[in-house]
T-cell receptor, first 112, second 117 residues
């Protein structure tokens, strides 16, 4: 069936470096993608989103890239800080069923 | 911003008891709320979609008699885990969609950690 998955389970980066978190999706009908951050024991926190008719969107220190040709989504975090340490999920939304489908999640660990 | 309050944040109960979890949209109306379940180091899995004034829609494999959902108002949905057993121990998270907002955005609660002894 359709699924959203992540390439790597963990990512360790040095404080101050840039982080790139990747996600593969398989539902070509998805029309909206979201990155969430989840800290331990808390609910997901919205980071940034992108519509399927866009290929790039920038926020504060974060950029999301969408490549529909290869069904790939990435989250770039500039100047990674200790507070960025968390689990990151990509999620896709399909208007047809109005549901969010979450990927497996990747843990970002920032080394001081 | 839109805030979703979930209560309690943590509950420990004995096997066989029922536990009710509340999900409230504090500053917006939500005709649709969602209940997710998350096991340690795993992703969020949608359990059911809660619709105000009507029956919830359950995902495949989720027992509706086990996980009772009530969405009696535009700001409150409740999930009751009936006759809880240790295998029901998990992190339960709700989300809500703003009735008048962008329909593909969900606002999440902080989650409820359920531990069944």
């Amino acid at each position: 069936g359709e699924s959203v998955g992540l390439h790597l389970p963990t990512l360790s980066v040095q404080e101050g470096d840039n982080s790139i978190i990747n996600c593969a999706y398989s539902n070509s009908a998805s029309d909206y993608f979201i990155w969430y951050k989840q800290e331990s024991g808390k609910g997901p926190q919205f980071i940034i989103d992108i519509r399927s008719n866009m290929d790039k969107r920038q926020g504060q220190r974060v950029t999301v890239l969408l490549n529909k040709t290869v069904k790939h989504l990435s989250l770039q975090i500039a100047a990674t800080q200790p507070g960025d340490s968390a689990v990151y999920f990509c999620a896709e939304f399909t208007g047809a069923n109005s549901k969010l489908t979450f990927g497996k999640g990747i843990t970002l660990s920032v080394r001081p | 911003g839109a805030v979703v309050s979930q209560h309690p944040s943590r509950v420990i109960c004995k096997s066989g008891t029922s536990v009710k979890i509340e999900c409230r949209s504090l500053d917006f109306q939500a005709t649709t709320m969602f209940w997710y379940r998350q096991f340690p180091k795993q992703s969020l899995m949608l359990m059911a979609t809660s619709n105000e004034g009507s029956k919830a829609t359950y995902e495949q494999g989720v027992e509706k008699d086990k996980f009772l959902i009530n969405h009696a108002s535009l700001t409150l949905s409740t999930l009751t885990v009936t006759s809880a057993h240790p295998e029901d121990s998990s992190f339960y998270i709700c989300s809500a969609r703003d009735r008048y907002g962008v329909q593909n955005i969900q606002y999440f609660g902080a989650g409820t950690r359920l531990s069944v002894l």
